[in-house]
């Protein structure tokens, strides 16, 4: 797993929320754990609890958790995953590389969502954080899985690639494409 905090600037309350997130890199399976104006240790280490029971008994699946050396990040954070068997691995600082698939993300959610959306406030983001993860997680096709998304809503159909429907996400910011049967 790889997880990150990114920052979204709100236009009419001016304020700068933070989103944290945890990244399943194998699947590419993302988790929005939550928004916040002021993140901290106790906020943060709260939320990879609620991930790990979450989670459940897939969490023995995970062997590494990559994070940076931010200071929402505590030994209390660090601590959740070793009970659970998880390794946390920080980063060398000033390398945001070594956290490439959190950033690959983090750039993916910019330029498809947050950079083409005025955000008004921090409920108006989770919302649309929301749509969007779903988006992520069962429409958008990933290239590391051979354009199929992490978990498919529907079956994948192998129809003829003549005939093709659009579904709009997001008020039409989004389109999903599929293969309309024949």
Avoid: W
């Avoid at 000033?94 to 950033?103: F, I, L, S």
């Avoid at 999903?176 to 024949?182: G, I, T």
Wanted: aromatic fraction near 10%; proline fraction near 7%; glycine fraction near 4%.
């Amino acid at each position: 797993m790889a997880c990150d905090f990114f920052h979204v600037d709100c236009a009419v309350t001016l304020k700068r929320v933070y989103v944290f997130f945890v990244l399943e890199v194998a699947t590419r399976y993302v988790h929005i754990l939550g928004t916040t104006t002021h993140p901290d240790g106790p906020r943060t280490t709260q939320q990879a609890r609620t991930l790990l029971m979450d989670l459940d008994d897939r969490a023995d699946d995970f062997r590494f958790l990559v994070r940076d050396r931010a200071g929402q990040f505590t030994a209390s954070f660090d601590a959740v995953f070793a009970s659970a068997g998880v390794k946390v691995v920080r980063i060398p600082p000033g390398c945001p590389r070594a956290n490439c698939y959190a950033e690959r993300f983090i750039g993916t959610v910019r330029s498809e969502l947050t950079d083409r959306l005025l955000i008004i406030g921090e409920h108006h983001l989770r919302i649309v954080l929301e749509r969007y993860a779903t988006h992520y997680n069962t429409r958008r096709p990933h290239r590391a899985l051979h354009l199929t998304p992490p978990r498919p809503d529907h079956p994948i159909a192998h129809a003829s690639p003549t005939r093709i429907r659009r579904h709009p996400t997001l008020g039409g910011l989004i389109n999903e494409y599929e293969f309309a049967a024949a």
